[in-house]
């Protein structure tokens, strides 16, 4: 019995030491930029907004609306994001003027269907999921593939396998 608690407890402490990665996760990236392509293929221009986050930056978001001026615009703290891991994008809209918004009814192809659904049922096909789908917190410009790890996973040094790679 103190044997197997000490092998869990050594392989605990050893994924601890797995450094947390420094920029988004290729495939993530690279799905990503599918996206963006496939969205300017049918006239709407998406902007990424933001992408891999440090836990210092992830913190400063967290003070905002709180110690800092501004709205809140996050309820995770450093190492609680899945951007900290590299897992996730945050989007928005460039209208033909250049403007970037974040306008969920805005129909700039003229399709009849709200440009913002049709990224995020893009994004959906390619394997991502979206926040607005999220109970509580909808977080509408985030966009995350976790690769079926939990954030707890993450936390403790997991990482995403070769296998899960191809599965997504």
Known sequence: MILIVTIIYYQYIKKEDVPLPTAL?????????QLIQNMADQGIT???????RSVEEQNILYEQGRTTEGSIVTYARGGESLH???????????TEAGQVIWDMEFD??????????????????????WGGDWMGFEDY???????????????????PTEEALTAY
């Open 141 to 159: 410009p985030h966009l995350q593939l976790d690769f079926g790890l939990s954030l707890s996973e993450l936390q403790r040094g997991e990482r």
């Open 84 to 94: 900290n891991f590299g897992l996730a994008v945050d989007f928005a809209l460039k």
């Open 108 to 129: 700039g192809n003229g399709n009849g269907s709200p440009d913002w659904m049709e990224v995020v049922e893009r994004a959906k096909e390619l394997g991502f999921e």
């Open 46 to 52: 998406v902007v990424i907004t933001d992408g891999f």
């Open 25 to 33: 996760h290729p495939v993530v990236e690279e799905r990503t930029n």
